[in-house]
């Protein structure tokens, strides 16, 4: 009986939702910005011009309480599995273009579903899911088209990536499998956006089309033209941070130029736009009052900004935000949800939250795990309700720290993390900048939340650091200069 009440609700909720011209499966736009902080949108910040994004994030439903990864690559692996990281190896580092590995072909990713349930896929702009073999490529994980870059970063304009170590260093830019010259010196932002427009436009038919742009704005290098810049400082020589917020409003055109396409082709009303960063903003300003930076799972590297907007969406589900907790692997079972994926999914750690959204129900999701990792030294985070732990180290450390300095330097598990006093506990209800840590004042929801962890570690189910050492066969000199796959094997 009480499935049956759920799905006569469902029915009245999503009803709304597609009636009209058009009542097949929604598109879908899944929009990811690169180191957009908490304070990097106008929302939160009303010296940022970012009108569009503005726009869409109030026409919407904004989530004030959504959380990421707190680096690029262990963010979309979690989008694209709905799996915390820790428990499919990508964890620890952002995967450094010489690290022969990539996110396992064993987990079956977001497009591959949603080729499943008819959806045309489509990706543009940065992947960074993995590159050394070709199987972990885009083309081959599901979707139909690719136009980007397999890195972490490169120049805007040149489409040079390179590691900040120095020795690796190539062009990397790619059509499908091909690697393509096209928009010699277009700004990236404007490229990937006239590119997402070119799939729009092309598309033909009742087919639903699933859009992942991953812009690489703002991602350092800090790059954009001028004529952004100049709206923050009309005068004198630009400044990094105005450079930087003219990336912010560079962005913004850029998703307006999508949003515009699906109007002339007159898909708006049935698209369904996500928007979110893949983590917290790498500026010490970007996530004000938030505290902490990309890298760290303080709040201001793991909570990002985010939207959803639908034309359909009942409208008294509107134009509101919502504070229930929502994080990265929840978008994967909630898109399924939205695409009519009927199949059962199992080993997920994400919620569907499409009834929250669409329908005003409180939110599934009570707890979430910011990360367990156990490389180089021991950091563990949880949430759960306004409560949040963080047991070890809050910032990270890359994959380039020797190994042996580590051991000696710093606390490497559970026990020797708390014989180190390595314990922050946070009220995030009354204290979300995380300034007075309470974890000598209230031992016992500490110790609740520190049973929560030991029961994950215990578990069997965290999976090993995939940190492989670096490989020089990965230097793009052996490929002609290009950035390309063939010196590893899939796994």
Not at 94 to 118: A, C, D, N, W
Not at 150 to 162: I, K, M, N, P, Q
Not at 383 to 394: E, H, V
Request: aromatic residues 12%; glycine residues 8%.
């Amino acid at each position: 009986m009480a499935n049956l009440k759920h799905l006569a609700l469902l029915v009245l909720v999503v009803a709304p939702c597609i009636s009209g011209r058009r009542r097949g499966k929604p598109h879908i736009v899944l929009i990811v910005a690169d180191d957009l902080g908490y304070n990097d949108v106008p929302w939160h910040n009303p010296t940022i011009i970012s009108p569009h994004l503005q726009d869409l994030a109030k026409a919407g439903v904004i989530l004030e309480q959504n959380y990421v990864q707190t680096k690029c690559s262990p963010s979309r692996a979690a989008l694209m599995t709905g799996r915390y990281p820790f428990h499919i190896g990508r964890q620890h580092e952002s995967l450094p273009p010489q690290m022969p590995t990539g996110l396992s072909t064993k987990y079956r990713i977001l497009p591959e579903r949603l080729q499943e349930v008819g959806y045309a896929t489509h990706a543009v702009g940065k992947w960074h899911l993995g590159f050394c073999d070709w199987d972990y490529t885009p083309t081959r994980r599901g979707f139909g088209t690719f136009f980007g870059f397999y890195t972490h970063g490169a120049d805007y304009y040149e489409r040079l990536a390179s590691n900040s170590e120095g020795g690796f260093k190539g062009y990397d830019l790619r059509s499908n499998e091909s690697v393509t010259h096209e928009g010699e010196g277009e700004y990236s932002a404007q490229l990937f956006s006239r590119k997402a427009v070119e799939v729009i436009e092309s598309h033909e038919g009742k087919q639903p089309m699933f859009l992942y742009l991953a812009f690489q704005s703002i991602h350092k290098p800090i790059q954009v033209p001028d004529q952004y810049s100049r709206r923050y400082q009309p005068y004198g020589k630009l400044t990094k941070d105005s450079k930087r917020k003219g990336m912010i409003t560079a962005l913004d055109e850029a998703v307006k130029n999508v949003t515009t396409a699906l109007k002339q082709s007159k898909m708006y009303r049935d698209t369904v736009i996500i928007f979110l960063s893949d983590n917290g903003g790498a500026d010490k300003d970007a996530n004000w009052p938030l505290r902490g930076r990309k890298n760290s799972v303080w709040e201001g590297g793991t909570r990002s900004v985010a939207f959803v907007s639908y034309p359909r969406m009942p409208k008294r589900y509107r134009g509101r935000s919502t504070d229930d907790l929502f994080h990265i692997v929840d978008w994967y079972p909630t898109i399924l949800a939205l695409a009519g994926y009927s199949k059962q999914l199992t080993d997920m750690d994400g919620y569907d939250q499409w009834l929250s959204l669409a329908a005003g129900w409180p939110g599934p999701r009570t707890e979430l795990v910011y990360n367990i990792n156990t490389a180089l030294r021991f950091t563990a985070a949880i949430r759960a309700g306004k409560w949040k732990l963080i047991w070890g180290y809050p910032e990270g450390l890359r994959s380039n720290v020797p190994r042996k300095e580590t051991r000696a330097a710093f606390a490497q598990t559970l026990r020797e993390a708390r014989s180190s006093d390595l314990l922050y506990l946070f009220n995030l209800e009354t204290d979300p900048s995380e300034t007075v840590n309470l974890a000598h004042e209230n031992k016992q929801v500490m110790k609740i939340l520190m049973k929560k962890i030991r029961r994950i570690m215990k578990s069997g189910e965290v999976v090993k650091p995939d940190t492989p050492f670096l490989r020089e066969r990965s230097n793009p000199k052996y490929y002609g200069g290009y950035v390309s796959p063939g010196w590893c094997k899939a796994k």
